[in-house]
């Protein structure tokens, strides 16, 4: 495509004229090629229903949820407070670096599916199938993990008939994401608010306690980090423990580029998003290491059912009890409560997402077609009925005990969160190398975080890798644990067999089938070699070829979003009407 032809057009589609097509018909998407476009919605699709507000919460809300909540108490008693502090911190800087990589993207081609798409037209379709089909089992398990999360926080409560509270909340968290995509986002909008104000008040409340404003009216100093185990307890396998949890903590910030395909006017409001959340991550990212610190300082990480098989207790909820006050505490608890709701209704959005993106490819789709059907108000029902019903296993728990199974969904989730972030740098080197390799200006690029490179994609790929390769560490030594070692590993094997099973079914294995991209062969004569050859970009055609998009022949003009007038026109009324609310937001931020 013509930088012309895509200048001209208030929004690049789909059914533009591809390079050296005159025949004016309809392109459909082919990943077997390293020129075809993004999968596009059929017929209806989704809307663009969410604002640049409501991104900016989505994207911080991402970060703030059971993990940190609940998931702390899990760190701090399998790690010890030194533990927990320093892989929060590597965790978060990583997310961090991360963030800026797919923003970079997510501004310049705004589609459902996000990074997966972005793999897929980066760097390989059989590794982006893979990686979708992973990403979206990732999202049905958290839904389940914060159902069962939800358990956890009611057995402050009452410990009877905890499934009911997972199934009430599924109800709600159905019928939400059933409406229209408005709704989801206001919803999270304000759950996410919420969560940040709780932080600031935590951070409060935990200096008062640690300087003696508690129920003994003494002074706890550093006395936690002294006592026997503390400050990293089970050496370095338990401190390798804390990064999937970490992982899992982190995970949300990547549906960012999730809700790029249903944001308003995305290369206006995308960026926008990306550096709000830029500086607001710091800040989120300094609001986890302040809270970290003090649960650490606090909380002992032998602190009684603390973290067990059947049971999980919130770090925030005993800060709030050392304080002496029950009403305080329990008001805690359904803030906790509130944000497992938030973390669900979170990761439902996103697997249904994802599940839609997966269906819309062409020609041959992912997923069944099924899931591509929405709604009149742009809703994927199909794909999110599918993405809720994986949340069966949080009824599990009366068998297993929620402790136990909340450990093992949550290991397996943080996990999943690795891959996508491994995969978010691999799209983000290959499309800077392709960028720069057909010879486009860095000044064209919509948003662009210039102090990321070249290291930033090299980075990610590197230390997300050491983070998969290490952190299971204590279920092999010093006694192999079977189950836990699924837990931390299940995914990699799961990604390899659903790697190969696209090459398989797309006939990767060249000899059985013409190279995709190449000219036809010319009718065999006597001159004919009994085995093919292509001298120019393959070798001889029985051997095992990859499917490693070519950087310098993919189009990176298609699917870029173009300004409409109408957009900026409404872009500066909402940043009147609202000037004088964001600046009172940054003050309480």
Not at 66 to 81: K, N
Not at 118 to 143: E, I, K, M
Not at 201 to 227: A, D, P, R
Request: charged fraction near 10%; hydrophobic fraction near 45%.
């Amino acid at each position: 495509m013509s930088r012309s032809a895509s200048s001209s057009s208030p929004r690049i589609k789909s059914s533009a004229k591809s390079p050296g097509d005159s025949s004016g018909r309809e392109q459909h998407v082919n990943i077997n090629d390293a020129e075809a476009s993004f999968p596009q919605p059929v017929r209806g699709g989704l809307h663009r229903g969410l604002s640049a507000r409501q991104v900016q919460m989505i994207a911080i809300a991402g970060t703030i949820g059971t993990g940190l909540f609940l998931g702390t108490g899990r760190s701090l008693a399998q790690g010890g407070p030194a533990s927990i502090l320093i892989c929060y911190g590597i965790v978060g800087f990583i997310v961090y670096v991360t963030l800026l990589l797919l923003g970079e993207m997510a501004t310049q081609y705004p589609v459902a599916g996000s990074f997966n798409a972005y793999a897929t037209r980066f760097f390989s379709p059989s590794y982006g199938f893979a990686l979708s089909w992973n990403y979206w089992f990732n999202d049905a398990v958290s839904v389940a993990s914060d159902l069962t999360a939800a358990q956890l926080v009611l057995q402050f409560w009452t410990t009877s008939y905890p499934w009911v509270v997972s199934l009430l909340f599924w109800v709600f968290l159905v019928s939400v994401n059933a409406f229209h995509v408005k709704a989801y986002g206001e919803l999270e909008y304000w759950l996410s608010f919420l969560k940040v104000a709780t932080i600031v008040v935590f951070i409060i409340v935990g200096i008062l306690v640690n300087v003696g404003v508690n129920e003994s009216h003494t002074y706890i100093g550093t006395h936690n980090w002294h006592i026997p185990g503390a400050p990293f307890v089970g050496g370095f396998g338990g401190f390798a423990k804390v990064f999937v949890t970490a992982s899992f903590a982190y995970g949300g910030t990547e549906s960012l580029g999730i809700t790029a395909g249903e944001t308003k006017n995305p290369s206006q409001n995308m960026p926008k998003v990306v550096k709000f959340v830029f500086w607001r991550q710091a800040k989120i990212l300094l609001f986890y290491v302040l809270s970290i610190l003090l649960i650490g300082l606090n909380v002992p990480w032998d602190y009684p059912n603390l973290s067990n098989k059947t049971t999980t207790t919130s770090p925030f909820t005993i800060v709030f009890t050392l304080a002496g006050s029950t009403v305080a505490a329990s008001f805690m608890n359904t803030v906790i409560l509130t944000s497992v709701l938030s973390a669900g209704n979170h990761a439902l959005f996103a697997g249904t997402r994802v599940l839609y993106g997966l269906s819309v490819v062409g020609p041959v789709p992912h997923a069944p077609r099924i899931f591509s059907r929405t709604t009149r108000a742009g809703v994927p029902l199909y794909a999110l009925l599918a993405t809720s019903s994986v949340s069966v296993l949080c009824l599990s728990s009366s068998y297993i005990g929620s402790g136990q199974l909340w450990g093992w969904l949550q290991n397996i989730v943080g996990v999943s969160n690795q891959i996508a972030w491994l995969s978010i740098g691999l799209a983000s080197w290959r499309f800077r190398k392709a960028w720069i390799r057909q010879g486009r200006s860095l000044d064209e690029m919509k948003f662009r975080a210039s102090w990321t490179w070249p290291w930033g994609p090299y980075f990610v790929i590197i230390t997300v890798i050491a983070l998969i390769l290490i952190q299971g560490w204590s279920s092999i030594i010093p006694t192999f644990s079977p189950v836990d070692f699924v837990s931390y590993y299940i995914e990699i094997p799961i990604m390899v067999v659903m790697g190969l099973c696209w090459v398989l079914a797309k006939n990767a294995f060249i000899g059985a089938t013409p190279v995709p991209g190449n000219a036809p062969l010319d009718p065999p004569n006597e001159t004919t070699s009994l085995i093919p050859y292509d001298t120019e970009t393959r070798q001889a055609h029985h051997k095992w070829t990859s499917d490693i998009v070519d950087i310098r022949t993919i189009d990176l003009y298609s699917d870029e979003y173009a300004d409409e007038p109408l957009d900026e026109v409404n872009d500066e009324t909402r940043r009147k009407r609202f000037r004088l609310f964001w600046r009172l937001y940054d003050i309480l931020a």
